[in-house]
């Protein structure tokens, strides 16, 4: 199975900041990779898809990169609904596998 | 617009089987493909496998084999999941997610049902 490590596992922010999440997979996926966020109690909502295109009705402010085995995910500016679980996502050959997500925190 | 509605929430015995459904409405359902992901309290998510309903073969994660079945009923545009030998390790969220194929050839998941609690417990 691919593993995919994310970083940081956890992270306390302000309104405004600007942060970046990363992902590895353990072998090369090209760019067979999604994030998703995820608030408590709820279903993830798809944020990228295919590493860096913005799913439809997701702000701006989000944006993903990488390609092979390194990816980010990018929020230019945290706004108070961003405070959330975010998890990248292999698709490149079954079984699709998660990293084990990302919390993020208000400082 | 997709909408995926699961069943209510369960509990059940150690041993036992549970059978969680998700309806889907809206789109073309014999023409993408649904898959099952869960969620333990407090941790991460772990797909389980999936299924398209047009060719109706399922395919499941390794550590699944032999324990989850994935079934579909075009008629009623209905997704099954069962899973047997559940033990406590199995209380999880269970989800139904929508796979969508991207037109430059990679799977997301677009559309989620809004989870299944399964409790395993004696």
């Known amino acids: 199975d691919i593993q995919m490590t994310q970083s940081p596992t956890s992270l306390s922010a302000s309104v405004g900041e600007r942060i970046t999440i990363t992902c590895r997979a353990s072998q090369t996926i090209n760019s067979y990779l999604n994030w998703y966020q995820q608030n408590p109690g709820k279903a993830p909502k798809l944020l990228i898809y295919a590493a860096s295109s913005l799913q439809s009705g997701v702000p701006s402010r989000f944006s993903g990169s990488g390609s092979g085995t390194d990816f980010t995910l990018t929020i230019s500016s945290l706004q108070p609904e961003d405070f959330a679980a975010y998890y990248c996502?292999?698709?490149?050959?079954?079984?699709?596998?998660f990293g084990q997500g990302t919390k993020v925190d208000i400082k | 617009q997709v909408q995926l509605v699961q069943s209510g929430a369960e509990v059940k015995k150690p041993g036992s089987s549970v059978k969680v459904s998700c309806k889907a409405s809206g789109g073309t359902f014999s023409s993408y493909t649904i898959s099952w992901v869960r969620q333990a309290p407090g941790q991460g998510l772990e797909w389980m496998g999936g299924i398209m309903p047009i060719f109706g073969t399922p395919n499941y994660a390794q550590r699944f084999q032999g324990r989850v079945t994935i079934t579909t009923d075009e008629f009623t545009s209905t997704i099954y999941m069962e899973l047997s030998s559940l033990r406590s390790e199995d209380t999880a969220v269970y989800y139904c997610?929508?796979?969508?194929?991207?037109?430059?050839?990679?799977?997301?998941?677009?559309?989620w049902g809004q989870g299944t609690l399964v409790t395993v417990s004696s």
């Open positions: 997610a929508r796979a969508l194929l991207t037109v430059t050839g990679e799977y997301c998941f677009d559309y």
């Open positions: 996502q292999q698709t490149y050959i079954t079984p699709w596998t």
